[in-house]
């Protein structure tokens, strides 16, 4: 096991060494060191779209909304504000792939580890 330097999962240690720790790094690296499989995005507008969304995963989702929600000594207040004020995320990330399955060819109906709702 890789020691973590930010002191938190997930983490992994390259063959060379290298140790990634970001969610949005380490699924990119896989689907590299993967490409014949077609987890990851191609080069350009797919790769941007791709990161986009593990953007908004890793920030609007994550960090915004499940953190404090998940949190076990969270005020309850905090919580309630938190679901007010960034639920409507959900409502978006729940509508958006009903609209783009057809267009991008990295999605499978989130079968693949990486497949985002582009």
Known sequence: MPSIPLGYVPVVRTDDGVVLTENSAILQYVAEQLSESGIGARPGMERSK???WLCFIGTELHKALFTPLLGKTVPAEVKAYTLERYLSRLDYLNKYP????????????????????C
């Open 98 to 117: 009903s609209r783009a399955v057809n267009s991008c060819s990295i999605i499978s109906a989130w079968r693949t580890p990486i497949s985002p709702p």
């Open 50 to 52: 791709l990161q986009q």
